[in-house]
């Protein structure tokens, strides 16, 4: 938080990004793409964004079974064992107690990073405050 000429302070601003990057088959390189960008003076609608932006993803790689439309109860396979990343992902997003503490640790001048790795891509969701928050301004002159 920046401060005012009187001492008082001044709300900052946000960056907030989500992202992936993995393998380009053929080329032996790796690519990244920027799914999602956002800007914000507030730590609370930063971690709000990061948490759509998760469950945008995670619905994509792994639709939740006892929410989609097409599954069948048939279909529900039990939970195999290994890593989960879309669970875990989702599980990030539902832990109010860990949203609580994503705002605190934004709003004290912290980045915040969510690395989520798949089988072949990697997804990063990361907010941090922005060294330039009022280069964004209005000029009322």
Sequence with gaps: MSTDVNGRGQPGSY???AVAEGPVYGIGRT???VLGTFRTIS????????GGQALWIVDRL?????RSAWVQPSMRLPDTPGPDHPAE?????QDRHGQRAAHTHLKNGHPLLVVVPDTDCTYTL???PDPYPHSYERNTA
């Design 31 to 33: 690519a990244r793409y």
């Design 43 to 50: 730590p609370v609608l930063a971690v709000r964004w990061l």
């Design 62 to 66: 792994d639709p939740d079974p006892h």
């Design 89 to 93: 992902l989702r599980a990030w997003y």
């Design 126 to 128: 990361s907010a941090h």
């Design 15 to 17: 960056l907030c990004e």
